[in-house]
């Protein structure tokens, strides 16, 4: 099972960035409240196609670790073999995260230094951010995330939702 994962710090704020809107001109503060924070944990399955995510408030080694767990939970007759960049949590550069993903029999692939593109994931938060941050004026965390979730459990019953991996040829076949 080949599996990419990446995380995406989220601001909770009115971004109005494609909203449409009646008044004549939309004024933004410059400095805008924020509403909250929080990181949303994303793996892309690519035999598969579909999305798994969590979110956490924290973004290190022992919420990266929890993630990989819960990997293990999700897939545990596969060899599975994880894409990541180089993240300070992530094996690489965590001793933790290695430790943790050994004990799980998780394998780690590191992707270079400056290559988004490189992970499919990048595509998955590019349409968050496009569909729902972009658009929000959520007052909270809980709505943005259940926004998100919403749109990636719909993302995940099209037919179309495989990612095209340019240096995987089929990627998506089994």
């Not at 969590?54 to 767990?69: A, G, N, P, T």
């Not at 300070?88 to 004990?103: D, F, G, N, Q, W």
């Not at 965390?141 to 749109?151: F, L, M, N, V």
Request: glycine share 2%; net charge positive; aromatic share 10%.
């Amino acid at each position: 099972m080949l599996l990419f994962f990446d995380v995406k710090p989220v601001t909770v704020k009115a971004y109005g960035g494609r909203r449409f809107t009646s008044a004549k001109r939309l004024i933004l503060e410059r400095r805008q409240k924020t509403r909250g924070r929080f990181y949303l944990f994303a793996l892309y399955a690519v035999q598969h196609g579909r999305v798994r995510w969590r979110y956490s408030h924290r973004k290190d080694s022992v919420r990266v670790c929890r993630f990989m767990q819960a990997v293990r939970r999700w897939y545990p007759d596969y060899p599975v073999w994880v894409v990541l960049d180089q993240d300070p949590a992530h094996p690489r550069k965590s001793l933790e995260t290695r430790r943790v993903m050994r004990a799980l029999q998780l394998h780690w692939i590191s992707l270079p230094k400056a290559s988004p593109d490189d992970n499919p994931v990048e595509t998955t938060f590019s349409d968050v951010q496009l569909m729902i941050l972009d658009n929000s004026n959520d007052l909270d965390e809980r709505a943005t995330q259940r926004r998100i979730s919403q749109h990636l459990r719909q993302r995940n019953r099209r037919r179309n939702r495989f990612i095209h991996i340019a240096y995987l040829p089929d990627s998506h076949t089994g």
